[in-house]
């Protein structure tokens, strides 16, 4: 069977839910555009500040996406087979996960932008409060440290491919630094020069890709800089992004946050439309090379993973009622909010497009074969070179494909990275009663 016959189909399920119960959940919340958001009632530009919904999109899109829908359905469709983690991912993500997050996004704007862990602490003890929000913050610093190790271990070492072509993690670190500046300069040119969004995308946009073809010629390698072993420096590289966690989650939301988030989400629609065509081409033109491989099923339990219920829910999270999602929907993305018909594509539909990103993760491992050794990888390599090999069929070289993958899934994590930090800054000063930028600097570090 053709992976067209798993692609398309999800693609069109997705795009009806949208366009069917997006519509009911929207009269069902009774969304009211006359009903200004705390963005323009609160706005400082700062944390609070009302921008085009193009631009939010992009931004929460990328914030809630990070790895989870790349590692999460790698590993359950490796361990479960692909079958039951498709299923999951589908009516998860349209009855569960997109509902919650849209549901998360309303209540905060409708309680001044308040956190999640705000707007319940009017139904909760003083104490059941303080625990709840103790737990949201270690459940943060949970998220940057397994985030930063990850994107960490993308800067170190090197991938040899198939047709022995190499991809070095000192390349994927300077595209990805090169990548940070990028949104900085956008974000000037936008607030200063008043370049419209439209243009400034078609400029920033393009440059992305020359930083991601630029790495692999001028690749930044740590550990050959300083003399030290691959695993060194992968721990120097950890620590080099935190720093950069506490000046992004200091800085105002538009010089890097926004812009940031903006191509991040856009780098993501490019990720899906170039594995869809290049799944398309292979189809048509390469004979057998986008047929699923891989056992729809496996088992109910692996020694690995465990058993399928439960943790095929919780492995794949885009679907979940996921905490992490109502943090961002009521962190930052709420101080966002132009208007409240927003939230329907803001809050259900990045949850749904989160789930074709998973899908086409998905598929990375449904054309390998059971017995392939590539299913022993690490997911963010899984998902490199499944996409190298999608892109191949465009005419991009597969060494850049797997690099382009690689920058995408360390773009995803940056956003993460800064947004979970400044919930976690929110969440001190909440505790602790810190304020002023003196305590803001204090509760970020």
């Known amino acids: ?74 590993l359950a469709g490796v361990a479960f087979g692909w079958l039951p983690a498709l299923a999951w991912i589908l009516i998860g993500s349209i009855f569960i996960g997109g509902v919650h997050d849209f549901s998360a996004l309303v209540a905060s704007i409708r309680h001044k932008a308040r956190s999640i862990a705000e707007v319940v602490r009017d139904h909760m003890s003083r104490r059941a409060y303080v625990l709840f929000l103790s737990f949201v913050w270690i459940a943060l610093v949970y998220i940057i440290v397994a985030f930063t190790d990850i994107t960490a271990s993308s800067f170190v070492g090197r991938q040899t491919l198939e047709n022995g072509e190499t991809v070095s993690g000192g390349g994927i670190a300077t595209s990805s630094l090169l990548y940070l500046v990028l949104p900085i300069v956008m974000g000037f040119c936008m607030r200063y020069l008043k370049i419209p969004l439209w243009l400034a995308t078609a400029v920033f946009l393009p440059l992305v890709g020359v930083a991601i073809w630029g790495g692999q010629r001028m690749p930044f390698d740590l550990g050959q800089a300083l003399g030290t072993s691959d695993l060194a420096a992968q721990k120097i590289w950890g620590v080099l992004l935190l720093v950069y966690c506490v000046g992004a989650a200091m800085v105002p939301m538009w010089m890097l946050l926004q812009p940031r988030g ?80 927003d939230a329907r594509p803001i809050g259900y539909g990045t949850m749904l497009l989160e789930a074709m990103v998973a899908v086409v993760s998905l598929c990375c491992v449904m054309v390998l074969a059971g017995g392939d050794e590539r299913v022993n990888q690490p997911p963010n390599f899984i998902y490199a070179l499944g996409m190298g090999r999608f892109l191949e069929i465009l005419g991009v070289p597969t060494a850049i494909g797997v690099s382009f993958a690689l920058t995408a899934f360390t773009t995803f994590v940056y956003d993460t990275l800064d947004v979970c930090t400044r919930l976690g800054r929110y969440i001190v000063q909440e505790l602790t009663g810190l304020s002023g930028r003196a305590g803001a600097w204090l509760g970020t570090v």
């Open 1 to 74: 069977m053709s992976l067209l016959a798993i692609l398309v189909p999800s693609g069109v399920v997705l795009a009806l839910a949208y366009r069917i119960y997006g519509r009911v959940l929207a009269r069902l919340f009774r969304l009211d555009d006359a009903a200004p958001t705390p963005a323009v009632t609160l706005r400082d530009d700062v944390d609070y500040e009302p921008i085009a919904p193009q631009l939010l999109m992009g931004q929460h899109f990328s914030a809630i996406a990070a790895a989870g829908p790349i590692v999460g359905p790698i």
């Open 262 to 341: 903006h191509l991040g989400g856009c780098f993501l629609y490019v990720a899906l439309a170039g594995a869809a065509i290049g799944l398309v081409l292979s189809d048509r033109l390469v004979a057998g090379d986008a047929t699923i491989r891989y056992p729809a099923f496996t088992a109910w339990q692996t020694a690995k993973a465990g058993d399928l219920i439960p943790m095929l829910f919780i492995t794949i999270a885009c679907g979940a009622c996921s905490g992490f999602h109502s943090l961002i929907a009521s962190g930052t993305t709420s101080k966002q909010l132009r208007r409240e018909t």
